[in-house]
């Protein structure tokens, strides 16, 4: 079945993911009105496309999209986003193929960015009493310190910028951000964020910080297999100050034109 419009389209990013793929963990997003699913196979070179087609020809909807070399999560993302916004979907959004953000939220963000004039709806770990959030002490530690840092670097305070579940609504400001690839593979939420809010064209009108917002899991369960390797939070830890400081040249030079 091909894409519908009015679905928000969720882009599944997938590197190696034929043992982590769980079917039934699709389930609710592949019988949910509200949503379209497309898969982005990032040139995997285990069975990955195979159990994705297995799954969309089970489900008898879904779309998977593969990429013939592998370049990263940020730019599988953004292939897909902007095949979404091609296809004329008003709202594209990305969810983890291990679906450590549960099903049902990923259905909650849908729902909220349709029904608010909200420009973005981003999924956010809190650990608090009635929610499960579940991950190891090193990387909630680790993940805090990048959290706070970004959101000192973006200035404004955004509780978590790295749960891979988050939605956004067709804008200048989107399509802007999508023009360009990401400087970095696994910091490109951040750098995503912030082309929102400071666009690189000055010409395009930034979100309001207040029509971005953020959604507190009901549960979200960190599944073993990560690919983020230590060197590679030491990559996204430089990438996200040099995301930061080009963020707040930007700000200036916005701020220095309105002079
Ligand atoms: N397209 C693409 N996706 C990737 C790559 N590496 C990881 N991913 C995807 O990014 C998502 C999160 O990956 P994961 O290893 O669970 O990272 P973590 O949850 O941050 O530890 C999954 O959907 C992965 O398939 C890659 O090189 N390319
Ligand atoms: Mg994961």
């Known amino acids: 079945m091909g894409a519908v419009p009015e679905a928000v389209l969720i882009v599944v990013p997938c590197f190696n993911e034929a043992r982590r793929l769980t079917p039934a963990a ?3 997003l592949l019988v949910s009105p509200d949503l379209a699913l497309l898969f982005v196979d990032d040139g995997s070179t285990d069975d990955t496309a195979m159990v994705v087609e297995r799954l969309l020809a089970q489900a008898g909807t879904g779309q998977l999209h593969r990429l013939p070399k592998n370049r990263g999560k940020a730019e599988a993302v953004r292939a897909g986003l902007l095949f ?4 004329g979907h008003r709202w594209v959004g990305y969810a983890d193929a291990d679906m450590a953000t549960s099903a049902d939220d990923v259905v909650r963000l849908a729902h909220t960015v349709k029904d608010g004039d909200v420009a973005a709806v981003i999924a956010a770990r809190v650990q608090m009493l009635g929610s499960r959030v579940e991950r190891r002490f090193t990387r909630h530690v680790v993940g805090r310190v990048f ?4 959101s000192l670097g973006l200035g404004v305070p955004v ?5 891979g579940a988050k939605v956004f609504a067709d804008d200048p400001a989107l399509r802007c951000a999508l023009a360009r690839p990401f400087s970095n593979r696994w910091a490109f939420d951040v750098e995503l964020l912030g082309r929102l809010l400071c666009p690189e064209d000055p010409a395009i009108e930034p979100v309001a910080p207040s029509r971005i917002r953020e959604l507190p899991v009901q549960s979200w369960v960190d599944v073993p297999g990560s ?5 590679s939070m030491v990559a996204a830890g430089l990438g996200l100050l040099r995301i930061c400081a080009d963020y707040r040249w930007r700000q200036d030079r ?5 002079r």
């Open 254 to 258: 916005t701020r220095g034109g309105h």
């Open 26 to 28: 699709f389930a609710p």
């Open 159 to 163: 509780y978590d910028t790295q749960c």
């Open 84 to 87: 979404g916004l091609e296809r």
């Open 227 to 231: 690919k983020l390797r230590p060197t």
């Open 147 to 150: 959290a706070t840092v970004a």
